[in-house]
């Protein structure tokens, strides 16, 4: 008789089939970016109300913590979310093996390296001074090569799968993958002062330098924030709740108008500026035409769970995921909002303009990210989470401290533009700049409440994995020697792994 | 064509998705190169002095532009609280562009002129001794630490590649007394950027000068912002043939 057990083991001791390795490794440290960009960003609000905690310390001063906020956000979280995503469902739907052996670890190393690098280097006052591109030419040099080893691997792994036809989330992963290489290469053409320094010159000045910029920074959004989070939605939202995707005919529909059009609404951050006028109603134009694929991505989402909503009583991941695509359609809606003239008036150079990146990368981004990780974990642990109440706890918990965070933000810029722009009977300004500014003192209160609320969800889920994990090796270890003991007993040994 | 065509072979899609990205930036960003009216035509804007560059890259150092915007825009109230409108020709020389996207602070792209140099140096120390609720850090150290100004040249250099007429020989330098008058040229001539550099921190410290500080560097590209286009010259209508 050969116990299940056994046969359990021996499976378990055979090579993994699909490389979870590497997926594990870049979950983790999408956890550990993603709380540390939090706890920085808490820190900025904090400084902002009480500037004491600048500490007179020029690498904990406001203008240098800030991109570190954002590269930790963008780069390390959201830039190892994509690629655990990206490596697992390209295995997972080409079901092949993850290509090549060093090259996904070179990926790995080299983007922590690169995230980390960048981090200190901002500390130390390296900056291009262009947001989300702030790294100097070497960090540069580097983040390109790890993304070409990431395309070869990904792309390779799709050359190997044997049914014809791409699923649709590596149809978004991919145009991450492109998007994001064309608009960092040309973004950052530099003159170096020195090959042996860190400081450049932007190839690009004054008004074409600006276009270039949010070129780039809008679309890293488009791409790494839009497109590569639709891609987790189309693999792992059908997935949890157990249903095929809706509308493969829209999701065609979603994918090529998103990628076409979202590179144009660009100009949109460059509104009432010296750029020429015909370039910002370019931009304007084409954002309002963004609301169909957006609606679309949207649509098809909320639609693949029709007939199972039930399912959201019991499954507290798959709320992660809803409540993702509301603050999706929302921000897209916002955005179009602000993109008018009469509108970006009044929005532009405020905290409305921060608060509405919140609800887009709290709301949007993390809930999305959150469904995922708790999608992932079981999976790549091979194990239950510990605890689903805890998920439950942490759904509310983050629901509600994105809006208090966000809503505070945009009341706090509305508030003080239109401070800024009150005038007496005779066409004077009635508030000082510093008498703008003191609308601020709540909103800014409640919105660091607001992040410190988001940060304890985050660790209640840090927590909840964790013994999820632990729990998991544990369970594994007991049976293993229980195994181990059992054909002791009869002679045998175990199969080396 | 059927999307099968494209969905079926990785090639395809990866060459046609690679397309359709690159449209919208094509049209968008070359003719801004191309459209000779983008920059506006307007006298007095000039490159910056060795000493006001440095200050810049001080500026960007340590993140100012997160905070002060440098893009006055076309609109009453803010023509009242900061003046003209920014042009884009005033920031032709930047690069990058310090327009920025956030007013923590107030908009800075026509402080130069403003305030005293000394006000500058006690604000950006301690802002607190002069605004009671600002919300900016002090910069205690940029006025003990001394400016690093032994590879100006090579930073001129660099700028030189990137499009900025900094000169190197005669003809150079022809070129930008006809562009700029001889004042102007004479400032940026590269083989002479030390002493044109130390000369400007003596002129601004009324003499007592020890030696130049990232201060002095900071407080002289603050001096400068907004103040080369004497708008006096310009009839209303002028600037927004340009728009």
């Not at chain 1, 839009?226 to 189309?234: K, T």
């Not at chain 2, 915007?69 to 990058?96: N, T, V």
């Not at chain 2, 996207?101 to 305030?115: Q, T």
């Not at chain 2, 020890?210 to 603050?222: F, G, I, N």
Request: glycine share 6%; with cysteine; proline share 4%.
């Amino acid at each position: 008789m050969v116990p299940t057990e056994a046969l359990a083991y021996r499976a378990a001791s055979q090579p993994e089939r699909y490389n979870y390795a590497i997926v594990r490794g870049f979950t983790v440290m999408a956890l550990v970016w993603g709380v540390s960009a939090m706890v920085v960003g808490i820190y900025l609000a904090a400084e902002l109300i009480w500037p004491i905690l600048n500490l007179d310390l020029p690498g904990l001063t406001f203008g240098r913590l800030r991109p570190v906020h954002t590269t930790l956000a963008i780069f390390g979280f959201c830039g190892s979310l994509l690629f655990a995503a990206s490596y697992y469902v390209a295995q997972r739907t080409c079901q092949e093996r993850l290509a090549g052996t060093l090259l996904p670890l070179v990926t790995f190393w080299g983007w922590q390296a690169f995230v980390l690098l960048g981090v200190v280097s901002e500390l130390l006052g390296y900056t291009q001074a262009r947001k989300y591109a702030e790294f100097e030419w070497p960090l540069d040099v580097l983040v390109v090569m790890v993304w070409l080893a990431y395309l070869w691997v990904y792309t390779a792994t799709l050359y190997r799968r044997s049914q014809p036809p791409l699923y649709v989330a590596n149809w978004f992963f991919l145009a991450c993958l492109l998007g994001m290489a064309l608009l960092y290469v040309l973004e950052n053409l530099v003159v170096p002062v020195d090959v042996l320094g860190m400081k450049s010159y932007s190839e690009f000045a004054g008004v074409q330098s600006a276009m270039v910029q949010w070129w780039y920074g809008h679309n890293v959004i488009t791409f790494l924030l839009n497109m590569a989070f639709l891609g987790m939605m189309y693999y792992f939202l059908p997935k949890q709740v157990g249903r095929p995707l809706y509308s493969y005919r829209l999701s065609i529909i979603h994918f090529w108008s998103l990628v076409f059009l979202s590179v144009w609404a660009a100009p949109n951050h460059l509104n009432w500026t010296a750029l020429p006028d015909w370039t910002v109603t370019l931009g304007v134009t084409f954002s309002v035409m963004l609301v169909l694929p957006s609606f679309a991505g949207v649509i098809n989402g909320l639609m693949t769970i029709s007939g199972a909503w039930h399912t959201l009583r019991t499954d507290p991941v798959l709320r992660f995921f809803v409540a993702a695509l509301l603050f999706y359609g929302w921000v897209t809606l916002e955005g179009v909002t602000m993109s008018f003239q009469t509108i970006n008036a009044l929005s532009h150079c405020t905290d409305w303009t921060v608060g509405h990146a919140h609800f887009a990368t709290l709301g949007w981004v993390s809930m999305m990210s959150f469904g995922v990780i708790y999608h992932l974990v079981p999976r790549l642990w091979d194990t239950k989470l510990y605890s689903v109440r805890l998920v439950a706890l942490h759904f509310w918990v983050a629901l509600f401290s994105v809006v208090l965070l966000a809503a505070a933000l945009e009341i706090a810029g509305i508030g003080q533009a239109l401070r800024l722009r009150t005038t007496d009977e005779y066409g004077n300004l009635v508030y000082s700049f510093m008498e703008t500014d003191a609308f601020l003192t709540v909103p800014y209160l409640l919105r660091g409440l607001g992040g410190s609320l988001f940060l304890v969800g985050a660790l209640v889920m840090v927590y909840n994995l964790v013994i999820t994990v632990v729990r998991a090796q544990r369970k594994r270890a007991a049976t293993e020697a229980r195994i181990a003991a059992k054909l002791a007993v009869k002679g045998l040994r175990p199969r080396e792994g | 064509m059927k999307h099968e065509w494209i969905e079926t072979h990785t090639s395809h899609f990866l060459i046609l998705t690679l397309l359709v990205i690159s449209i919208g930036g094509l049209v968008e960003i070359v003719p801004l190169f191309l459209i000779k009216n983008t920059v506006e035509t307007v006298a007095g804007v000039r490159p910056y002095t060795p000493l006001e560059l440095l200050g810049s890259n001080i500026y960007q150092r340590e993140g100012c532009y997160l905070c002060h915007s440098q893009m006055i825009r076309p609109l009453q109230e803010e023509w009242l609280r900061y003046g003209h409108y920014s042009l884009a020709a005033e920031s032709q020389f930047d690069h990058p562009f310090l327009w920025g996207a956030r007013r923590i602070g107030p908009d800075l792209a026509r402080v130069g002129g403003k305030y005293s140099n000394t006000w500058h140096i006690q604000h950006i120390t301690a802002p607190r001794s002069l605004v009671s609720r600002s919300r900016m850090p002090n910069y205690l150290w940029l006025k003990d630490r001394p400016l690093q100004y032994s590879d100006i040249e090579a930073h001129l250099r660099a700028l030189v590649r990137a499009g900025v007429p900094y000169s190197e020989n005669q003809e150079q330098y022809d070129k930008n007394v006809a562009l700029f008058g001889k004042d102007v040229a004479n400032r940026l001539v590269i083989s002479r950027a030390r002493e044109n550099l130390l000369a400007q921190v003596a002129g601004n410290a009324d003499g007592n000068v020890v030696s130049p500080t990232e201060m002095d560097a900071l407080v002289a590209y603050l001096q400068i912002l907004g103040t080369l286009v004497d708008f006096k010259k310009y009839d209303e209508g002028y600037f927004a043939r340009f728009r």
